[in-house]
């Protein structure tokens, strides 16, 4: 009878840690989940990635008896990066009517948006780009415009119009631009620090830019279009 009692209250232990136990793996793939959103890549903002194929299995299992998804661990070669010429002026021009199509849903004129490309070549003291190369083929881009600080009697280098290929998202890109924009202007003279802006509800992208080693500024952006 001694036995018995043992056995029903071992019994009973065991289902009570069941919620327990299910909490727990809830609580290992959210942190997955999360990690694997604030990659390195800020490009990641830009598209949403599925999770894969859904693990299936047995409902009485233990969760301690599952084996977690698992990310991919082969990653392309990382893309050289140099400054834009004139002849990437078109590949540019399709970048930014991409971005603007996908982040705020908008048509841009081509005409207008080709024009403004080829007045960043005219005027490279005022703006130039930076473009990532794979395998031959441009893979991303972006581009600085300069600010003059009277405070710090420098310019400040603003990244803006980033895009990166859908198929090369999620694999490094912008991370190697931003790296090499830092060198750049570590490099210059005059440039005494890096600044962009961001959606305030983009938090994938902002993750990535804070890991890059950016942070945010007690500052709000107003502008008025004439």
């Known amino acids: 009878m001694r036995r018995r009692r043992l056995s029903c209250r071992r019994e009973r232990r065991q289902r009570s840690s069941w919620p327990r136990q299910k909490r727990a793996y809830a609580a290992v793939l959210a942190r ?6 604030r990659g390195l890549d800020g490009d990641a903002w830009l598209h949403d990635h599925g999770a894969g194929p859904r693990q299936r299995r047995d409902p ?4 301690s ?8 661990t082969i990653m392309p070669d990382a893309p050289a990066i140099r400054r834009a010429t004139l002849d990437d002026a078109e590949t540019l021009v399709r970048f ?17 948006v080709r024009a403004g490309v080829q007045a960043v070549f005219d005027t490279p003291e005022q703006a130039f780009y930076f473009v990532a190369e794979r395998d031959g083929a441009i893979v991303g881009s972006l ?19 980033v895009y990166v290929r859908p198929s090369a998202r ?18 210059a003279d005059g440039v005494c620090g890096l600044r962009l802006y961001v959606e305030q509800d983009n938090a994938a ?3 990535a830019y804070e890991t890059l080693g950016m942070n945010e500024p007690p500052y709000r952006m107003y502008e008025e279009m004439l």
């Not at 997955?32 to 959103?37: D, V």
């Not at 008896?65 to 991919?72: K, N, V």
């Not at 930014?96 to 207008?112: F, G, H, I, S």
């Not at 581009?143 to 280098?157: G, H, K, Q, V, Y």
């Open 32 to 37: 997955r989940s999360a990690s694997s959103q």
């Open 60 to 63: 009485s299992a233990c969760p």
């Open 65 to 72: 008896e599952l084996s977690l998804p698992r990310s991919p």
């Open 96 to 112: 930014n009517e991409a971005m603007a199509e996908e982040t705020e849903d908008k048509t841009l004129d081509p005409k207008t």
């Open 143 to 161: 581009m600085i415009t300069t600010e003059w600080s009277d405070w710090r009697n420098a310019d400040f280098w603003w990244i803006q119009s």
């Open 170 to 187: 999620r694999t490094g890109v912008y991370a190697a631009l931003h790296r090499e924009v830092r060198r750049r202007a570590r490099e």
């Open 205 to 207: 992208a902002q993750a």
